[in-house]
């Protein structure tokens, strides 16, 4: 006697995803909200690879390890949101997509990225916030994504950040907090639409006096500092606040001061946080 064969996907995994699926098929709605649904795979959103309609897919708050190539057949997709899931490696085909502005891939378990991605015609906003990602993990054309407006590091493991950074000519928000950060390479300053920088939590004792070339201290900008060893000079007038730590960091004074101690710099200030119990670095169980 012949039996059906069994599923390894769980049933109420996919009537979720799939009703939220149906739903869309059935409006035409171009925006697909499948956040908090217990997804751990593509195959449980049946047909999703084929609605090349979509403009925008959330899937935030899953558990969702591996990206399918063919999430690249979704031409017209604006925004992706794959927030808080499980995502250790991504597919080279990600960077093909024509119309993708928004990508977030934060708190996920990715240690790299894959060779090409800096190939995005259009994006603008990119946040890899908490994950496991270093210096070296960008690949060779990564700063040719010269539409990219905000880039979010926040929450990984770098201790430097390519010369190439001052590449990205149109970037506004810059966001590197709570790395490693030993120094600050000079091309920051050729960032000169730059409106916003965090480098706060960092190993950070002094800057590149190319920073003040920035407008970091108008109405609209931001320049969050604080939790770094930095040396006496720049710690006394961050005391007294931002602009005058700009002020010192264009002054001839801190100039002279900088070169003397890139000169005879010693060892970096020591890791002040343990990041071997972090989320990211968790393996999955198989």
């Known amino acids: 006697m012949n039996q059906a064969p069994v599923s390894c996907i769980p049933n109420a995994k996919m009537s979720k995803a799939k009703k939220v699926l149906d739903e869309a098929r ?22 999703l690879l084929n609605m090349a309609h979509i403009t925008r897919l959330t899937l935030s708050h899953n558990k969702i390890v591996d990206i399918p190539p063919g999430l ?6 604006e925004i992706l949101t794959l927030f808080n899931n499980y995502i250790e490696e991504l597919p080279v085909s990600l960077s093909s997509m024509p119309k993708l502005r928004i990508l977030n891939l934060g708190m996920n378990r990715l240690n790299a990225l894959p060779r090409g991605f800096g ?10 916030t908490y994950n496991n990602l270093n210096e070296e993990s ?19 493991d770098f201790e430097f950040i390519p010369s190439e ?21 000079k091309e920051i300053g050729d960032l000169t639409r730059l409106r916003e920088l965090h480098i706060q939590g960092n190993r950070l004792t002094v800057l590149p006096p190319e920073i ?9 900008s931001v320049l969050k500092m604080d939790y770094n060893p930095w040396v006496a000079p720049i710690a006394d007038q961050l005391q007294v606040g931002i602009s005058h ?10 100039r002279y001061l900088f070169s003397r101690h890139v000169s005879v710099r010693g060892p970096p200030p020591p890791k002040y946080i343990d990041k071997t119990n972090k989320l990211s670095r968790i393996r999955r169980n198989i």
């Open 72 to 77: 690249a057949n979704l031409v017209n997709l």
């Open 245 to 254: 730590v700009i002020d010192y960091i264009r002054s001839e004074t801190y």
């Open 138 to 156: 960008f690949p060779a054309n990564f700063f040719i994504l010269e539409t990219l407006r905000a880039l979010y590091l926040g929450d990984n």
């Open 212 to 220: 003040g070339q920035l407008d970091l201290i108008g109405n609209k």
């Open 165 to 185: 950074i001052g590449q990205l000519k149109n970037l506004q928000i810059l966001v590197l907090r709570d790395n490693d950060l030993i120094e600050i390479p």
């Open 119 to 128: 190939a995005f015609p259009v994006l603008e906003v990119l946040d890899l």
């Open 26 to 47: 059935a409006s035409g709605n171009p925006e697909l909200d499948l956040m908090e649904k217990g997804i751990s795979s593509f195959e449980e959103m049946p047909g």
